[in-house]
Each structure stands twice: as C-alpha cells, then as structure tokens.
C-alpha cells in the first residue's frame, strides 16, 4: 500500500471538495465501547475525524486515550460499535499509521545513531508470497538509497536534519521526541498516532514540536491525533478535541467541547472552564479539584 | 587447566618461530580456530545482548548450562550436548514466561539459581567431581577435539544465517518495542529466536571460557564498542575484533605462562573496559551541553581545571616519590642547595612545574566557580576558598623563596641569612596550610558540580584532591618520625 505512494508526499488540498458520508473519513466511530481486562474504560463514543485533522486527545490520567490509539492500531479490541481506520476496521501493521508511543525502550545508554531508528521504521517495497511478507521484517535490504532518502526526508521535515549521525542517548528530551517523530513519519503515513509527545518538556520546547507537528499536518495533509496532558500550547492549531473522562467521550471543536456545560455533563459534576486574554485556558474542577489537572 | 602436566612453551622473542611452534601442536591449532569462532559469535550476538539489556539473561544462561554440562558429563556425553540442550530450553521458557523487558529479571533469577543447584546435584552423582566441575566453570580450551572445532564451526554458521534474516527486525523490536509491535512484528516470536540464538552462542563459549566468566566474552567487548562507535555496522565489527583478539592473545599468554587462558581473555577485556570508560568521563556529557552558557562555561573551566590539576598531581606525587629515593640513598649526608640541584634536579623540576600547573588549576577553579555561582549560591564558598588557596599558593612560593635564599645566602652574606629563614618558614608553612584549604574547597565544588551535572572527570577529580592532603599527612608524620628517630624509641615490651 505504502509502495503505491510517490516518493515525495502530495500537496494537501483541504477536504472541500471531498464528498461527505463515511468514505471520506480518516476515522470514524460508532457507539464504541471499550473494556479493558473486564473493566469498562468508556463506552459510546461516536465521532466522526475527517482526513487532515489536527486533534488532541485529552482526559485524566488512566481515562482510555491510549487504549483508543491500541484500537485504532488493531492491538485492542472494541467489546461493542464499530470503529474504522482510513476506511478499513484497524489492523495491527497499517502502515498508514505513524506511531510515537508514549513509552520507549531507548534510554541514556543506547549508542546509536538516529538515522538509524529512523531507517529501520522504512516500511519499504512489499514482495514474495502473500500480503504479509514484507522485506521490513524478514532479511536483507535491496533499497538502501530509497530508504536513506526517506529518512533524510523525514529528519529534514521535523527539523532534525543536523541529528541524524548523533547517538540517540546523548539527546535531549525535545530532541529525542522530534526523532520519533521522524521514526513515524518515514513511511509517509495518511494517520499520525502521537502519545503524549510534550510531556516532559517545557513550555517552550512544547510549543516548538506543536509548531512543528502543525506544519507536518499542513504540508503533509496527514490526519494527526495527539495525547497530551495541557491544550494550551497547541490550542490556535486544533479542528477538533477528543475529550476522554469518567467513561465517556465528547468530540467536537475546542469551543465546542471545552465549555463549562458540556465537561460538567460528561464528569456529572459542576465543572468551570476559565479563559485568560490570550485564550488559555484552565479547567477547575472535574474528577479532582485541582485546577492544572483537566486542561 | 592447559592440559594437565603442560608447562608453558620457551618464549624466543621470534614471532615467527614462536607462532610456528604453537601451530605445531593440534590441540592449539583447534584452541585457536575454535576461540576464533567462538570470538566471532560473541561479538556480532553481544551486540544485541547489550542493546536489548539482555546481560542478566546470557550470565543465567551460562549457568543453567551448568546443569547442563553435568548432566552430560553424568550420562557419559560431551557437555557441549548438555550445554545446549539446557540453554535452549531454558531460553525457551524465558521467552515464553516473560517477553516484556521489564519483568524478565525475577523469572530469570529464579530460572538460574534451580539450574546451579541442578547441576551440583549431577556433579556430585558422578565420581570425578572436581575436575570436570572447574573446567565446566571456568573453561577448558586446550581439550578442544577437531571433531568438536568443525560442530561448532556448522553450528555458528547456522547461529549467524539465521541472526542475518532476522537482523533489522530484531534490531528495530530492541530499539523501540511499541513501535515495533504496532508495525506488526512479532515480538514473542523475535524474543524467543534471539534468547535460542544467544543460548546456542553461550554453549560454545563455555567451552572456552568457562560459565562463570561467560560475561566477560559475551557482553563485554561489544559494551566497549557501543561506547566507541554509534554506528551500529561499526560497533558489531568492534566488537568482534575485541573478542578475537583477547581469545588469541589469552589463549598464546597461556602457553607462555602456564596460567589459565581464561584469566588472560577477561582480564584483557576488563583493562579494555576501564581505559574506555577513562575516556569516556573526559567527554562532556549529554546533560551539560544542554545547559545555558554561563553555567557551561563554568564547567568547562572546572573540567580544564581538573585535568590540569590531574597532571599537577601525578607530579607532584612523583616528583616528591623521586626526591625522597634520591635523599634516602645518601644517608646522613648534609644537603645544600647547590647540591640538592645537582643531585635531584628532575624531581625538582617536577615539583616546580606541579606547583606552576597547581597555580593554573586554581586561576581555572576560580574562574569556573566564579562563573557558577553567578547563577547558584552554592558556588560562592568553592570560588572564596579557591582564591584563598591561589593565595596560599604564592604565599608557599614565596616562602620557599626566602627559606632557599636564605640557606644560599648563609655561605656569603650573614647579616640576611637569619632573617631569610625567620620570615621563610613560618610564610611557607601559612601558605601551605592555605593551599591545603583551597584544596578542599576545590574537591567540595568539584564533587557538587560533578553530582549536579553528572559529570564523572570532575568526581573523579574531586577524590584527586584528596591526594595532596594525604601526602601532606603522611609528610608531616614523617618528619616526626625523623625528628625522634635518633633516640631510636624502644619497642613496648608486650606483657605475657
């Protein structure tokens, strides 16, 4: 599927003219239940993300946002509803989806080089006997200019041109971020899938990568969903919001979502959404009363 | 080991002749292809054993082939059967039972100490107990049959085939497992083919080296080479060189010596480990070079700072080693100065240019704290006591100055002499005590700023400094024990 693209990622035109239904849908979901080792994480969920959206996923700590990106990678399983991923029910190896997970197996003591990472995610051509005998998985490389080329790309668009021949233990947290950015992007994926991707970095840095991840988005055309624990850094760039708490999901545009009436109907109690002047925003109340957690 | 009654060959200083003479015994022409090999496969899958932190699992490994061995040994077959069909299974069972990298180390640890119990059950039940028991642990390479040479060169080309087919997956589910698994690889499946290969790998290499050293060829070589080369290619080719060339320079020490080729093969490889890590504390890390400039600048200078008090020391250590011998060979004689010079002019020197580097480390130590505290109190007292000590040491020179003008001037002009050695001394002993207090400011700013920064130079130099104060005390007892030596004190007669 990825060997059908061209080699360099198609001008985005914005979905205007698409015809609207579901075959125009990056994902779509249908009163969508989920349960983890028997226990419900949320249920009903219907929502509709149109290709080229830019959206964060936001909810407390433990409320289902990463078992929705499982799903949506085919490595979990609805209990009830339907879901589709770029028009097809998710499979576990789509390589149309971009992964950055928010856990890594790397740390301070890994020396190798980036481009490595990057070059080894290159799905490449697929060949031999059946749909699932990909070279990525099984044996020699015969396309090692094509997969150099993909990785410089992908360094170059995320702004890590200059990392490449560094060892991946000796980055910084911003750095290393932007670096498996470029893991997911080398196949040149339609879906990114981005796991909390500003935690532990501050505020700047958080809005250099959003800055970066909006830019991809843009250029790129590529439907973008991302985890994150403050809307604030990204707020200016988002279509849409997946909001996840106490079971339930609320999808809409940011204003749409992110008001006192609505997160106090999905938590059941009395929630306050405050605006500053610049148009952060901080949410008081919810599953605790601590201000800085919701937003 | 070496075979028994074997009792080192003579050593001509002729390379030639020497490798000839050993390529003339089949049993070291099997050592050496056998270590070769085994050096080979060591290399390419330690690589893979440090990147996937699979240490723990090649020593439990190692030790459940043990059991193995002994249990070959007890049933009258060649332990390298034993060896692998033990590791294979135990592999086996690790992937099975934990294929998540943080929760192997419990399962593991349990695996292994049943399996060493195991084996002592089997070494017991068989009757040449001790014999087969040490060349189990600890390696036997001399007793390598041919016939045991051509399997393990079969079964390594199999280990190696099949870790080609598999090496981008393996490589990229070491490096990023969720990605990994999302993009459709099997994980359990590449787990359990790496934990196979790595078991067949160790069976081999216990023949060699033995299970209780399996570390030190396994996981070591390719440890350094990760921290010369990031480059992955690079680092596995390191990484074989590395273990080759210990197994062959062990295995020719050996002969030469009479002692265990083991011994050499480790030992090799831990001196390489330490000089690796020694440079690798030179380096700056990774935590400081993110830092805002003034700081990164202030440790810089500290780091420079270290490194030349590094050198002051050595000198001054063996400056003062050289200067003692050369008085302690002429006893009882009466020293002047012009003497002195003559007789131990390069320890002399060497004191000289230690106190001069001892000055420049300071005016660095200075700089660097003064540059730190200007965005952390905590390095003001370091940066007053550094120039404190800078203090000290002038006012040590010119002490010293006066004390040796005035020993020079005692010969000719009499009126100055005393006052020379009146002022000189007791100057010379202020700055010294005051450079013994820039010292330890200097170690407690080094020490912090090493800790903050995860900077090892810089702790490594902070102990450095310890140096000079012990040698001051050892210096001050001396003199006491010199000054009481000539009513030489009786030893205490100890009561019955």
Not at chain 1, 119 to 146: D, E, I, S, T
Not at chain 2, 252 to 260: K, V
Not at chain 2, 318 to 345: D, I, K, M, N, Q
Not at chain 2, 368 to 392: D, H, I, N, Q
Request: hydrophobic share 50%; with cysteine; charged share 15%.
């Amino acid at each position: 599927m990825v060997a059908d693209l061209p080699s360099h990622p198609p001008v985005y035109q914005p979905p205007l003219g698409s015809p609207a239904g579901s075959g125009s849908s990056a994902i779509r979901a249908e009163r969508l239940e989920v349960r983890y080792r028997n226990k419900l994480v949320w249920k009903d969920a219907t929502f509709d993300i149109r290709p080229g959206e830019f959206v964060a996923v936001i909810g407390p700590n433990g409320a289902g946002k990463t078992t929705l990106f499982r799903m949506m990678l085919g490595l979990h399983w609805p209990t009830s509803g339907v879901l589709s991923v770029l028009g097809a029910p998710p499979r576990r190896g789509n390589y149309r989806i971009g992964y950055v997970p928010q856990r890594h197996t790397l740390d301070r003591e890994t020396h190798l080089e980036c481009d490595k990472l990057v070059r080894l995610a290159y799905p490449g051509k697929r060949w031999g006997p059946g749909k699932r005998w990909r070279p990525l998985q099984w044996g020699p490389r015969f396309q090692l200019g094509a997969e150099r080329d993909a990785a410089e790309r992908a360094l170059e668009d995320v702004g890590a041109a200059d990392l490449g021949s560094k060892s991946l233990g000796s980055l910084s947290g911003g750095e290393l971020q932007r670096i498996f950015l470029a893991e997911a992007l080398v196949g040149d994926p339609d879906m990114l899938l981005l796991d909390e991707p500003l935690s532990n970095l501050d505020l700047r840095r958080s809005r250099e990568l959003v800055e970066t991840i909006h830019g991809l988005v843009r250029s790129r055309g590529v439907t973008t969903l991302l985890v994150a624990h403050d809307i604030n850094p990204m707020i200016k760039c988002l279509n849409k919001v997946i909001y996840i708490a106490n079971g339930k999901v609320a999808v809409g545009t940011p204003n749409e979502v992110l008001t006192s009436e609505r997160l106090s109907a999905l938590y059941g109690v009395h929630v306050e959404v405050l605006r500053d002047s610049r148009g952060n925003i901080v949410i008081v109340g919810g599953e605790d009363e601590r201000g800085e957690e919701g937003a | 080991m070496s075979g028994g009654g074997w009792s080192g060959i003579p050593w001509s200083w002729n390379i030639v002749t020497d490798v000839r003479l050993l390529w003339s015994f089949q049993f070291m022409r099997n050592a050496i292809e056998a270590g070769t090999i085994i050096g080979i496969l060591a290399g390419i899958i330690g690589y893979f054993v440090v990147l996937r932190r699979s240490a723990f699992a090649s020593h439990a490994l190692g030790h459940t082939g043990f059991s193995g061995a002994a249990a070959a040994v007890l049933v009258g077959a060649q332990p390298v059967y034993g060896l692998l069909i033990f590791t294979m299974a135990t592999a086996s069972g690790m992937a099975v039972l934990g294929n998540r990298a943080s929760s192997r180390d419990v399962t593991i640890g349990t695996v292994l100490a049943f399996a060493l119990g195991l084996g002592l059950l089997f070494l017991s039940l068989y009757n040449g107990y001790a014999q087969e028991a040490y060349s189990i642990l600890f390696g036997e390479v001399l007793g390598i049959s041919t016939a045991q040479v051509a399997f393990t060169f079969w079964s390594s080309l199999g280990v190696l085939a099949v870790l080609a087919l598999i090496y981008r997956p393996l490589l990229f589910a070491s490096l990023d497992e969720d990605v990994a698994e999302a993009k459709g690889l099997p994980l359990l499946g590449l787990n359990l083919a790496f934990l196979i290969l790595l078991a067949v790998a160790i069976s081999f290499a216990v023949q060699i080296i033995g299970v209780l050293l399996i570390f030190g060829l396994m996981v070591t070589p390719a440890a350094i080479a990760v921290r010369l080369t990031s480059r992955s290619l690079s680092a596995v080719i390191l990484s074989v060189l590395l273990a080759v060339t210990a197994v062959w320079a062990g295995l020719f020490a050996a002969l030469w010596t009479n002692y265990p080729a083991s011994f050499f093969i480790v030992g090799i490889i831990f001196v390489e480990y330490v000089c690796v890590r020694g440079v690798g504390a030179l380096r700056e890390t990774a935590l400081l070079q993110a830092v805002d400039a003034p700081e990164r600048d202030g440790v810089r200078s500290l780091r420079n700072a270290t490194l030349t008090a590094s050198v002051s020391q050595v000198l001054l250590v063996g400056g003062a080693a050289a200067l003692v011998v050369t008085l302690l060979a002429f006893p009882g004689a009466v020293w002047s100065p012009a003497e002195l010079v003559a007789r131990a002019l390069w320890p002399l020197l060497a004191l000289v240019a230690a106190g001069v580097l001892g000055a420049a480390s300071s005016l660095l130590y200075f700089s660097g704290f003064r540059k730190m505290a200007t965005s952390s109190r905590e390095f003001t007292a370091p940066a007053f006591l550094t120039l404190v000590g800078l203090l000290g040491i002038g006012l040590t020179a010119g002490g010293l100055g006066l004390f040796l003008s005035g020993e020079a001037l005692a010969s000719t002009a009499y009126g100055l002499a005393p006052v020379a050695e009146l002022f000189g001394v007791p100057i010379l002993f202020l700055g010294v005590v005051l450079s013994l207090v820039g010292l330890v400011g200097q170690a407690v700013g080094n020490w912090r700023v090493g800790l903050r920064y995860e900077e090892g130079a810089l702790r490594a130099g902070a102990i450095l400094m310890v140096l000079p104060l012990l040698g001051y005390g050892i210096a001050c007892l001396g003199y006491q024990r010199a000054l009481s030596r000539e009513p030489a004190p009786a030893p205490l007669s100890v009561s019955g």
